[in-house]
T-cell receptor, first 113, second 115 residues
């Protein structure tokens, strides 16, 4: 599985936008970029995923670099409930691609009131 | 609707004891996963089922770990002769169908402490 690199931690203020970066310089053409987050004492939850184009959903936006070697998860207005560890994960969605999620250490986001 | 549930939420075992951890996936979900999460680390894959078939058990750390899903719904992760290094949170996840296109829904985990 291709590797991703994320900062260990980031800090934000409530109601401000947050940009969480992820580097994946060895990404292959069939790798989708997925983001999950894990709130304290809970299991991870899916946030968003994309291939080449930027994506938006009710939780966040995903901006993908043109060369696909990096991406950024954008929380438009951070709330205290967004404090979590955010994981950037590559998933090969071709037939026979591995089903499992390969987590790194993620980025621990702290949101200040 | 009901999400993935796991029981017990907390388990304390003495070294050498056997433990069984239960996972109830979302109804109708074909795929089921087990992950192990050590303190301060991201979850690590243990094993994967599609219905009752165990298709990947490459992440099981030793032959003391055994998982089953006999009727294609509820799954049990069993750890025999527990060791201190088995202390971790054990997470179960399910997804609607097989294939990496489907998001995984996680349960709250079972925190196992081996003393």
């Amino acid at each position: 599985d291709a590797k991703t690199t994320q900062p260990n931690s980031m800090e934000s203020n409530e109601e401000e936008p947050v940009h969480l970066p992820c580097n994946h310089s060895t990404i292959s053409g069939t790798d989708y970029i997925h983001w999950y987050r894990q709130l304290p004492s809970q299991g991870p939850e899916y946030v968003i995923h994309g291939l080449t184009s930027n994506v938006n959903n009710r939780m966040a936006s995903l901006a993908i670099a043109e060369d696909r070697k990096s991406s950024t998860l954008i929380l438009h207005r951070a709330t205290l409930r967004d404090a979590a560890v955010y994981y950037c994960i590559l998933r090969d969605l071709t037939q026979g691609g591995s089903e499992k999620l390969v987590f790194g250490k993620g980025t621990k986001l702290t949101v200040n009131p | 609707g009901a999400g993935v549930s796991q029981s017990p939420r907390y388990k304390v075992a003495k070294r050498g004891q056997d433990v069984a951890l239960r996972c109830d996936p979302i109804s109708g979900h074909v795929s089921l996963f087990w992950y192990q999460q050590a303190l301060g680390q991201g979850p690590e894959f243990l094993t994967y089922f599609q219905n009752e078939a165990q298709l990947d058990k490459s992440g099981l750390p030793s032959d003391r770990f055994f998982a089953e899903r006999p009727e294609g719904s509820v799954s049990t992760l069993k750890i025999q002769r527990t060791q201190q290094e088995d202390s971790a949170v054990y997470l179960c996840a399910s997804s609607l169908l097989g294939g990496s296109a489907y998001e995984q829904y996680f349960g709250p985990g079972t925190r196992l402490t081996v003393t």
